[in-house]
């Protein structure tokens, strides 16, 4: 899947990058307020949930967990890792944040804004971009479907060069 050492180091470096301006605007209106939006999820607010709620809005972009916990911590936040990883587990769960696994043992998290996305993520410098198509995600299903597999999850990453690089490098 990644054929070069340069790239694999890119990969491994792989950290959270901004998401285009629309997104940014569109996820900074649905988080105005927090506690609300966990109260409509059934969800206690608590300091652990609103402070990681808060990591990955301000990140606009993808986060490990181990990042979000790095940030709470530079926030002056003590909020322990098993904790982390718990309270980004409820907020999935209820649809909250996204996790997105980008390669085996590797997931990150961001702010939900609306139906499942997918991810191209360049090998040069690590950006996350997000995109959707409805026509491929409607194919996808009905492939799957052809098989006679219903289709509960998904992912798709699409690993390649992004537009700043190939400008950068004038390569393909
Ligand atoms: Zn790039
Ligand atoms: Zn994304």
Known sequence: ???????????ANLSWRPCDIANEINYHLLMLDVDQRLRDHGLKVTAPRVSVLDVLRQATGHLNADEVHARLGM???EIGRATVYRVLAQLEQVGLVQRSVLEAGRSVFEISRGPR????VCTRC???????DAEIEARRIEAAGSKGFVVVDHR?????HCAACRAVTGSV
């Open 126 to 132: 690590a950006r996350v971009i997000d995109f959707s």
């Open 156 to 160: 798709l990453v699409l690993l390649g």
């Open 75 to 77: 926030a002056g936040l």
């Open 1 to 11: 899947m990644i054929n070069n050492e340069r790239e694999q180091i890119a990969f």
């Open 117 to 120: 996305h997918d991810h191209l």
